[in-house]
């Protein structure tokens, strides 16, 4: 399984980003996915998530600011975020769920994109 995020960088406060992440995996369309991110010495966290079947959760820390999407013909996942927050500042991974028709749990990061935002 490859995972590569994308579209990180500096960006003020208030200010938009919106991450892709692109998948090898032949069924794509049969996996949750979802965002975490790691800020400096602190624990990965959970951003956002969305199913096999289109259901979205998001984390409370992000929610009315980040948006989780899918392009299954792209085998593509995106987050959408708004009205960024110094606090946002991250490594931002993109995960696949252990199995299809899920939820059974992320199994697999990929390499992580990095979000600055500054105040």
């Known amino acids: 399984v490859q995972l590569q995020a994308s579209g990180g960088g500096l960006v003020q406060a208030g200010g938009s980003l919106r991450l892709s992440c692109a998948a090898s995996e032949r069924n794509f369309s049969s996996y949750t996915m979802g965002w975490f991110r790691q800020a400096p010495g602190k624990e990965r966290e959970f951003v956002a998530g969305?199913?096999?079947?289109?259901?979205?959760t998001v984390a409370d820390s992000v929610k009315g600011r980040f948006t989780i999407s899918r392009d299954n013909a792209k085998k593509t996942v995106y987050l959408q975020m708004n009205s960024l927050k110094p606090e946002d500042t991250a490594v931002y991974s993109c995960?696949?769920?252990?199995?299809?028709?899920?939820?059974?749990?992320?199994?697999?990061w990929g390499q992580g994109t990095l979000v600055t935002v500054s105040s």
């Open positions: 969305i199913s096999w079947n289109g259901g979205t």
């Open positions: 995960a696949r769920d252990r199995n299809p028709f899920g939820p059974h749990g992320y199994a697999y």
